[in-house]
Structures are given as structure tokens and as C-alpha cells.
């Protein structure tokens, strides 16, 4: 139970759901009214818990396609841009901050995100993360770009991606994602996933073509906690 990155100031915390009965729900509600909540946002990738707070009054707001790339298996594509990054310009993550601030809530379901000052954003969002794994896309020495990847065990996980509004759709999160890939297949990984709203056609489509290929799905819902 916790309040919802960057959604704090909305009335719902945040819970997984791996199964549910009229207790946990109690429970998850008590957990939030003491977080000074009214409601829940429910993440769960079970069908019959979405159904059951459906059945409830909850209200599916996002949901998120799991997706798993074999690197190996990966085209060996440069990226159509020149691209430097995080360990090379350290200068640029205020810049960073700053599209952050424009693309988080332009997230499908995410309107609403206040994104925390600078430091507390660089504590969550960027300093845990390696930065030599964090792509930056310029135009001349103005950033209109960045993805990073965050370590883990058996795989690595795309972090979040931010194109400035005037430059999506023109292949920057392609080349962004490519030298990723790139950076992937030559330390070693070998599988990257991600994490991708439904909504999102163009993503979705460049993911299918480099060859990411679904594990499940991640259902958001949000309602009233109970009395």
C-alpha cells in the first residue's frame, strides 16, 4: 500500500491484487484511509480480480502490456540519430526534469500526474539507474529525448521514455529504443522488457517489429474503499 508516484495528490492509493475477498478489500481500505484516502488504484494482472471490483463499482482506468524481448534474437539495427548519454552529459538531466515535466502527463490515464520537485524526482526517477545506459536524443544542444534501462536479475526493464510533443512520432523513441537494445546485447543482457499503456498504437507497433513479445497484462482500476 503506498501513494501513487507523481498521483499523490488524488484521492486513491495505491494496492496489488493477486486475489481478493471482502477481507483483503477491508483491509487495503483501512491501509488507506490511514494514508488519509478515500479510494483505491487496484493493479492486478488477474482477470477475475478485475472482475470482482468491476462488479463493484471499480472502473478500469489503464492497462499496461507486459512485453519481453530476447535480445539475441533482436535485429542489430543503429539508431537513424545520433544519440549520446547520461554518463556523457551529465549536464542535461535538469533538461531531463523538464521533459519529464511535458510527458508524464501525457500519458494515457495519467492527466493528472504533478511531478515532485527536481531532487525528489532525480531520487526516484534517475540517479538509481545507470547512466550509461540512459540515451539522450538531441537537437543541437537542446534535449528532445531520453530513455534509460534499470538493472535487474533475470532481466532489465525499459524505464521511462520522454519525447518532447514536436518531435514524437519521427522516429526518435525508435532510435532511443535501438540503442538500448544495442547497449543490451553488448554487456550481456539477455532479455529486456517493458512496460506498455494499450493506448499507445505507435509504441506498441515498434515494439512487435524489434521483436518484443507478450507475457500478460497489468489491469489498473480505481473506486471507493469500503466502510
Known amino acids: 500500500m503506498k501513494l501513487i508516484p507523481g498521483l499523490e495528490h488524488l484521492p486513491f492509493a495505491e494496492v496489488w491484487f493477486h486475489s481478493v475477498d471482502h477481507e483483503a478489500w477491508r483491509e487495503a481500505s483501512s491501509k488507506a484511509r490511514e494514508l488519509g484516502k478515500t479510494g483505491l488504484e487496484v493493479w492486478t494482472t488477474d482477470p477475475t480480480v478485475a472482475s ?15 512485453t519481453e524481448l530476447d535480445v539475441a534474437s533482436a535485429p542489430d539495427e543503429a539508431p537513424a540519430i545520433p544519440l ?19 510527458a508524464y502527463p501525457d500519458q494515457p490515464g495519467r492527466a493528472d500526474s504533478r511531478i515532485s520537485d527536481y531532487d525528489g524526482w532525480r531520487g526516484w526517477s534517475i540517479d538509481p539507474h545507470p547512466a550509461e545506459a540512459c540515451f539522450f536524443a538531441l537537437d543541437g544542444e537542446k534535449l528532445i529525448g531520453y530513455g ?4 535487474g ?17 519521427r522516429g526518435v523513441a525508435g532510435a532511443i529504443k535501438r540503442a538500448q537494445i544495442a547497449w543490451a546485447r553488448a554487456h550481456g543482457v539477455e532479455r529486456l522488457r517493458t512496460a506498455t499503456e ?5 509504441m506498441r507497433a515498434l515494439n ?9 497484462e497489468e489491469m489498473v482500476l480505481r473506486g471507493p474503499i469500503v466502510r
Open 148 to 151: 534509460f534501462l534499470e538493472s
Open 153 to 169: 536479475d533475470d532481466h532489465w526493464t525499459h524505464g521511462f521514455m520522454a519525447i518532447e510533443r514536436a518531435r514524437r512520432g
Open 84 to 102: 549520446t548519454t547520461r554518463a556523457e552529459r551529465p549536464d542535461l538531466v535538469r533538461a531531463m526534469y523538464e521533459l519529464a515535466l511535458q
Open 208 to 216: 512487435e517489429r524489434l521483436g518484443y513479445r507478450l507475457l500478460y
Open 52 to 66: 470482482w471490483f468491476e462488479e463493484r463499482g471499480y472502473q478500469e482506468v489503464r492497462r499496461y502490456l507486459i
Open 198 to 202: 494499450a493506448r499507445l498504437a505507435s
